[in-house]
C-alpha cells in the first residue's frame, strides 16, 4: 500500500534534548511538508520541501530544522531551542508541490515534554 | 498572505439533520480553497477541493461546498449526517501563484448525536 508513515507515534522529550520526528512516503511524491497542530489552532506550517536538497521555513520554524537528503525522506528535528515542543505533528506529501494539488497527510506523531 | 476563519469551533447536530461548517477566508491574490476531515488521532483526508469552474463542489462522503466569491466564502454542507461523521474539518487555502503550502483554518469539531 501506498501512503506516509510517521514513526514513534508517542515521543518523549526531556528538557535541553533534541528528538527527530520520521517521516517516510513510498508515493514518489516530489513535495513533503511538517505541520504543527495544537488545540484550537489548527495547523501550522513549520518547513516544507519540494525537491531533494532544498527546503523552505514554514510560518513557525524557530527551534526546528529538517533535512530532504532523499525522495521518500523528510525527517524533523525538534531542538532544545523550541521552548513549547508539546503538540501533534503531521507530515505531508503532495505530487509536485504545486498550489492545486492534494496533500496526503500522515497519522501523526504526539510529542510530550517530561 | 492569506487567513482562513471558521467561526464555530464545534457544532452538535442530531444525526439526520443538515448541517453547515463555514468558512470565511482574505487573500489579496487568487486562492485554491480545500476541506479537509481529521477523525480522532489521525491524519487528515481531503473532502473536496474547489480549483476552477462550478461553485458548486461535491466530495466524498455525501459534503458538498459552494466558493462565493464576493462574500469570500466556502462553506461545507452535507443533507443528513451520520454518526460516522463526528470529526474535525479544516478549511484551508493555497495561494495559486506563491507559496504552495496550505493556510488552515482553526478547525470545526462536528459532533453528530443520536
Known amino acids: 500500500d501506498g501512503g506516509i508513515t510517521q514513526s514513534p507515534k508517542y515521543l518523549f522529550r526531556k528538557e535541553g534534548q533534541n528528538v527527530t520526528l520520521s517521516c517516510e512516503q513510498n508515493?514518489?511524491?516530489?513535495?513533503m511538508y511538517w505541520y504543527r497542530q495544537d488545540p484550537g489552532q489548527g495547523l501550522r506550517l513549520i518547513y516544507y520541501?519540494?525537491?531533494?536538497?532544498?527546503?523552505q521555513k514554514g510560518d513557525i520554524a524557530e527551534g526546528y530544522s529538517v533535512s530532504r537528503e532523499k525522495k521518500e525522506s523528510f525527517p524533523l528535528t525538534v531542538t532544545s531551542a523550541q521552548k513549547n515542543p508539546t503538540a501533534f505533528y503531521l507530515c505531508?506529501?503532495?505530487?509536485?508541490?504545486?498550489?492545486?494539488?492534494?496533500?496526503?497527510f500522515g497519522p501523526g506523531t504526539r510529542l510530550l515534554v517530561l | 498572505a492569506q487567513s482562513v476563519t471558521q467561526l464555530d469551533s464545534q457544532v452538535p447536530v442530531f444525526e439526520e439533520a443538515p448541517v453547515e461548517l463555514r468558512c470565511n477566508y482574505s487573500?489579496?491574490?487568487?486562492?485554491?480553497l480545500f476541506w479537509y476531515v481529521q477523525y480522532p488521532n489521525q491524519g487528515l483526508q481531503l473532502l473536496l477541493k474547489?480549483?476552477?469552474?462550478?461553485?458548486l463542489v461535491k466530495g466524498i462522503n455525501g459534503f458538498e461546498a459552494e466558493f462565493n466569491k464576493s462574500q469570500t466564502s466556502f462553506h461545507l454542507r452535507k443533507p443528513s449526517v451520520h454518526i460516522s461523521d463526528t470529526a474535525e474539518y479544516f478549511c484551508?487555502?493555497?495561494?495559486?501563484?506563491?507559496?504552495?503550502?496550505?493556510?488552515f483554518g482553526s478547525g470545526t469539531r462536528l459532533q453528530v448525536q443520536p
Open positions: 474547489y480549483l476552477s469552474g462550478s461553485t
Open positions: 487573500s489579496s491574490v487568487s486562492v485554491y
Open positions: 508515493l514518489n511524491h516530489d513535495a
Open positions: 484551508a487555502v493555497s495561494d495559486r501563484s506563491g507559496r504552495r503550502a496550505l493556510t
Open positions: 505531508a506529501s503532495s505530487i509536485d508541490g504545486t498550489a492545486q494539488e492534494t496533500q496526503y
Open positions: 520541501s519540494q525537491i531533494v536538497n532544498d527546503f
